[in-house]
């Protein structure tokens, strides 16, 4: 067997298990290394980049509508029904009462009442009895009766003829007084008492013709 250290074996003797072709004590030629191609992998970490943003950014987005959907929430709350409340029924108001003006602006306002129309009767009645008075002084009853008995009108046309002028009965009474005095003399009590049962005055009218006559 060849022994490749040993140096008297001749130069170019292959030794055993040497590759053929191959001149002994050479190595063989190196098998020329690839390169690795880097662009895939930069690629690969450029996709991989952008997966992890869009996570992230996906992520960020889905927090943030999920923080503004409770305050959402809070800022409508559910309606609550107003509590009913028991209105008590108000008095009705109270009819305002009449006062004495207002009482006389009606009665004012009011349309007088026709008067209604005098009879021929009447009428003749109102004149007999001025032309009377103008003659002498008469009481209310004494002047009724002088119409009735004396002219003949009804006690109806009588007593609206006396109704409807205008008599001072006291000046009648004090006029009648100085009459009878003029005639004869006459006591107070006597002057009074022929004043209310001759002539018809009453009581005070006669009373006050007395005085006026002095008596």
Same mark, same amino acid.
């Given at each position: ?130 032309? *009377?008075? @103008?003659?002498?002084? #008469? =009481? &209310?009853? $004494?002047?009724?009766? %002088? /119409? !009735?008995?004396? +002219? ?27 009459? *009878?005095? @003029?005639?004869?003399? #006459? =006591? &107070?009590? $006597?002057?009074?008492? %022929? /004043? !209310?049962?001759? +002539? ?16």
């Amino acid at each position: 067997m060849t022994n490749p250290n040993d140096p008297n074996q001749p130069y170019g003797q292959q030794p055993y298990g040497a590759p053929q072709g191959q001149p002994y004590g050479q190595q063989p030629p190196e098998a020329p290394v690839k390169k690795k191609r880097k662009w895939p992998w930069i690629v690969g970490a450029v996709v991989v980049l952008f997966v992890i943003i869009g996570i992230v950014g996906g992520g960020g987005d889905s927090d943030s509508e999920t923080t503004a959907a409770p305050a959402t929430t809070s800022a409508a709350p559910a309606a609550v029904a107003p509590a009913q409340t028991t209105v008590a029924p108000q008095p009705a108001p109270a009819a305002p009462q009449a006062t004495a003006e207002s009482v006389e602006e009606v009665e004012t306002a009011a349309p007088a009442p026709a008067a209604p129309a005098e009879s021929a009767g009447q009428r003749n009645a109102v004149r007999s009895a001025g032309q *009377y008075l @103008d003659v002498a002084p #008469f =009481s &209310r009853d $004494g002047l009724i009766q %002088q /119409l !009735t008995v004396g +002219d003949g009108y009804s006690t109806e046309d009588a007593t609206y003829a006396v109704d409807n002028i205008d008599i001072d009965y006291n000046e009648q009474a004090s006029k009648a007084a100085e009459n *009878y005095l @003029d005639l004869t003399g #006459f =006591s &107070r009590d $006597g002057l009074v008492q %022929q /004043l !209310t049962v001759g +002539d018809g005055y009453t009581t005070e009218q006669a009373e006050f013709g007395a005085d006026s006559a002095g008596l």
